[in-house]
């Protein structure tokens, strides 16, 4: 089980205190999220990002790119240090080569499915993944609330991949993952629980993170 907040709703004017302090509270993944104006409305962070971070911290960087084409930046977010690449199914034609890229540099892949997007065909992608990151809220903004219909679905994502022989995947959700419904996400089978305003809107951010892996371990 792992925690992993979201920088995304971290204070941009001092970022890296805001990265130590959750690190310092015991989490080692740091989800990162990409956004390029187009996938998504907003525009986030790019791959120099990343390359600061690796300089500075130790921890698993955990790439969410919620880009079109990502094919065209994965070579610079590997390159930039990521341990983790994640790609939307719904921003390329091509995310079976996608993933084979993002696997070429050594690191984990992810495939990200948004709450409108079926799981079908994963069983044509499954072994090229290390984690299927199930968006639980639409993507592109921090702070919207959980929606619940995604629970089926990470029932029946963990179901096939066990089916499939594929039971090392990890599910990883993302998007409205607080104290009410990170223990619903567990019980449906995900593993990695991204936490953006649950950790970062909160003035204690360690004792944010504490309860959060109480409310895990319930
Ligand atoms: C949404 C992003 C999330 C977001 C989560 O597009 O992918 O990672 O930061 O934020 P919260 O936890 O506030 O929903
Ligand atoms: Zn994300």
Redesign the pocket.
Known sequence: MQIAP?I??ADFGKFAAEVEEVIEAGCDWI?V?V?DGQF?PNITMGHQVVEALRKRFDCTLDV?L?VAAPERVISAFAEAGADVITVHKEATPHVHRALEMVRSYGIQAGLALNPGTALDGLEYVDDLIDLLLI?T????????S?IPATLNKIRDARERLVKANRGNVRIEV?????LHTIGDAKLAGAEIF??????F?ETDRKAAIAALERALHE
């Open positions: 979201s995304l709703s989800h999220d956004m998504v969410h919620m968006m809220v639409n993507p592109g903004f921090g702070g919207q959980f993302d998007g409205g993952i607080n991204v936490a953006g305003s649950a950790v809107g």
